[in-house]
Nanobody
Framework: QVQLVESGGGSVQAGGSLRLSCAAS????????LGWFRQTPGKERDFVAA????????YYPDSVNNRFTISRDNAKNMVYLQMNSLRPEDTALYYC?????????????????WGQGTQVTVSS
């Protein structure tokens, strides 16, 4: 199975950018659909982005579409989330995730593997 470790979180002002990284180990990421979720205290984990293993498509909810970009580097076994035009409402703990299929991408419960999370704080 794959292990995931996120990094790159931090504090930024509204309108700024951050790039989150997720290092995978144990298995090559080419066999997985990869994703990012976020969570704030007392709320459910929300879908942010997915990079499907096949076909090679990406998928975003409306809340981050055209601001966030997921990408993967198969050679380095890394997945990234580039976040631009950040807003205070983007403040959350961000998680990297992996799964073996493209079913129910928006549902956190359908993802099998998770990192420990990295905090993103956007101030106004």
């Amino acid at each position: 199975q794959v292990q995931l470790v996120e990094s790159g979180g931090g504090s930024v002002q509204a309108g700024g950018s951050l790039r989150l990284s997720c290092a995978a180990s144990g298995r090559t990421i080419t066999t997985y659909t990869l994703g990012w979720f976020r969570q704030t205290p007392g709320k459910e984990r929300d879908f942010v982005a997915a990079s499907m293993r096949s076909p090679d498509n990406t998928y975003y909810p409306d809340s981050v579409n055209n601001r966030f970009t997921i990408s993967r580097d198969n050679a380095k076994n890394m997945v990234y989330l580039q976040m631009n035009s950040l807003r205070p409402e983007d403040t959350a703990l961000y998680y990297c995730a992996a799964k073996n299929n493209n079913v129910d991408l928006r549902k956190a419960g359908s993802w099998a593997y998770w990192g420990q999370g990295t905090q993103v704080t956007v101030s106004s």
